[in-house]
């Protein structure tokens, strides 16, 4: 049930009426104490006691009738204390809250208003690329044979787990050097000072730690070059392990495959974020400065992204200017390859600044007017904006402060139980 707050011209009836009603009771009670005050004339007994109950029952009657009209405008006036006592409950009633799991089964998305505005009009091509600064290149500087697999292409691993088991006569040269070398300079350590001179010292120091070198160039962990000083008979091969959390990508390795050095095996991407690279014209790159944010969208999805470089130089055949872009991809649902579209930050001096959202974001409220939904409070509510353009399915709005969290997928369902539950967001 929903409790409308009382206009003002009642609440100032209610105030006269209140001011009126203590005007009248004090009028009661004088009169009242009029009618029982004591005559100045002679009166017999018989009188006395008729007069006495006639000023009794008058009085009585006074006093309830002031009670009965305190009474009644107490009640009057109870609703506007009620109303202002539960605004913020009507407020969390009218919200729309869905559990996890259905939140999650129908496809509902929110994303955060950035506070620039994008134009629809600046527009590039572009495509997403790995983010060079996560990605690494598992390429063993030695000739190797792949032994074992362990993982498959494509497949997410964990930093630390085993990718592939490798060997090979160079390896194991290169691990028994190690193994020599360490056991040597171990055994120089416990000898006093005097014993052997200072420049013998220092090279079997050197001399271990250029061997320790050469088996991490082929990507042996730390704990397992430790662990090999102590146990030499696992020398030969040894499990190449993952350096990061990532995606397989470009592998090529193939059990019993000898492969040179520098081979690169595999490829190992996190794709928490990607690289957009775009193609400015002149007027474009102009425009646009390093951290200057940038609205990508792919396919159906908008994503928001920082310029972190560009090439300062016009390619020669399609006159056009390289630029390049970091964007967050949460849930690793975008993907390297991928043709994207760049949207340029507006004019901040043009008012009133605008937002853009997909055509998905966008639903027609009860009276007809566009409207979005937003997350607040732990649920969704409905806001009228005004729809200034459309194109390429993207929505130019207005209405909407930055740093709102607006659902951009899944708000057809969202109309759907606003109409099914009655909900009035607009009061209409």
């Known amino acids: 049930m929903k409790i409308k707050s009382v206009p003002a011209r009642p609440l100032l009836a209610a105030l006269n009426a209140n001011a009126m009603l203590s005007h009248l009771v004090n009028h009661f009670v004088s009169h009242a104490q009029l009618n029982v005050a004591p005559s100045t004339q002679p009166i017999s007994p018989p009188s006395i006691r008729k007069y006495d109950r006639t000023n009794s029952s008058v009085s009585r009657a006074l006093l309830f009738s002031a009670a009965l009209l305190l009474s009644l405008f107490a009640l009057s006036s109870s609703p506007v204390q009620a109303s202002s006592e539960s605004t913020e409950a009507a407020h969390q009633e009218s919200l729309l809250t869905l559990s996890a799991e259905l939140r999650q089964l129908a496809g509902v998305e929110v994303a955060q208003l950035s506070a620039t505005a994008f134009n629809l009009q600046a527009v590039a091509t572009a495509q997403l690329v790995v983010d060079k600064d996560k990605t690494i290149t598992i390429a063993p500087q030695l000739d190797m044979q792949v032994l074992k697999r362990h993982v498959v292409p494509g497949q997410q691993v964990q930093k630390g787990q085993p990718l592939l088991t490798i060997g090979g006569a160079d390896i194991a040269a290169a691990q028994a050097d190690y193994v020599n070398a360490a056991t040597e300079w171990d055994r120089i350590k416990r000898m006093s000072k005097g014993t052997i001179s200072a420049s013998q010292r220092m ?49 090529i390795a193939t059990l019993g495959q000898v492969l040179t050095a520098g081979t690169p095996l595999m490829q190992l991407t996190d794709e928490s974020y990607l690289w957009v690279e775009a193609e400015l014209t002149p007027l474009q790159a102009d425009q646009v400065n390093m951290g200057t944010d940038v609205l990508v969208r792919v396919g159906s999805r908008t ?18 200017e390289q630029v390049l872009v970091r964007m967050a991809n949460p849930g690793h649902n975008l993907h390297a390859g991928e043709f994207a579209e760049l949207y340029l930050a507006a004019n901040q001096g043009a008012e009133p ?55 951009v997928s899944g708000a057809f369902f969202l109309a759907s139980e606003q109409a099914k539950s009655g909900f009035d967001i607009h009061n209409h």
């Open 303 to 320: 994503r928001e992204g920082v310029i972190i470089g560009r090439s300062h130089e016009i390619n020669s055949q399609t006159r056009t």
């Open 203 to 251: 090279q079997t120091e050197v001399n271990a730690e250029l061997k320790r070198a050469i088996l991490q160039s082929v990507m042996m962990s730390t704990k397992q070059i430790t662990e090999l000083a102590t146990s030499p008979s696992s020398i030969g091969q040894f499990q190449l392990l993952a350096p990061i959390n990532g995606r397989v990508q470009q592998d």
């Open 353 to 407: 600044l605008g937002f853009i959202v997909p055509d998905a974001a966008l639903t027609r409220s009860g009276d007809g007017d566009w409207q979005v939904f937003i997350e607040q409070d732990g649920g969704f509510s409905a806001v009228e904006v005004s729809v200034v353009e459309r194109q390429r399915g993207l929505s130019f709005i207005r209405g909407l402060s930055p740093q709102t969290r607006v659902v």
